[in-house]
């Protein structure tokens, strides 16, 4: 698995890891969704097709997939819906990340997670 949870007296941490960044900011998706709902995604359906294009400043990798983190998080929350990220590109001179891919139902409502925020 490319992510897996660390211990946190409080808060839930995961360390993620991918061989290049764009695959990095697919598994961030994988490994937040498995982490916001305490379970492994099995085969998600339904949904349509969309587009995420967030922004940070210009050269912050780190606060590029904060941003990231928490716009996936706001529409699990608003819409009860997930991202599933199958194209990925990060222009970090500009600060910004675009993701197409497909959007499904939540397989369940609720989420461990309040907010993504840096953790070291």
Same mark, same amino acid.
């Given at each position: 698995m490319p992510w897996r949870e660390l211990e946190h007296p409080a808060d839930l941490r995961l360390e993620i &890891? @991918? =061989?290049?960044? &764009?695959?990095?900011? @697919?598994?961030? @998706?994988?490994? #937040?969704? /498995? +982490?916001? /709902? %305490?379970? *492994? $995604? %099995?085969?998600? /359906?339904?949904? %349509? #097709?969309?587009e995420i294009d967030v922004r940070s400043s210009e050269g912050d990798l780190g606060g590029l997939l904060v941003v990231w983190m928490n716009e996936? $998080?706001?529409?699990?929350?608003? +819409?009860? =819906?997930? #991202?599933?990220? *199958?194209?990925?590109?990060?222009? $970090?001179k500009k600060g910004c990340l675009i993701s197409k891919g497909k959007w499904a139902p939540a397989p369940r409502p609720g989420s461990r997670v309040k907010a993504v925020t840096y953790g070291g």
């Open positions: &890891e @991918a =061989e290049t960044l &764009e695959k990095l900011v @697919a598994e961030c @998706a994988k490994a #937040f969704y /498995s +982490a916001a /709902s %305490g379970e *492994e $995604l %099995g085969n998600i /359906s339904g949904g %349509g #097709f969309g996936l $998080l706001y529409r699990l929350e608003t +819409a009860r =819906e997930i #991202f599933l990220p *199958e194209t990925v590109e990060v222009d $970090l």
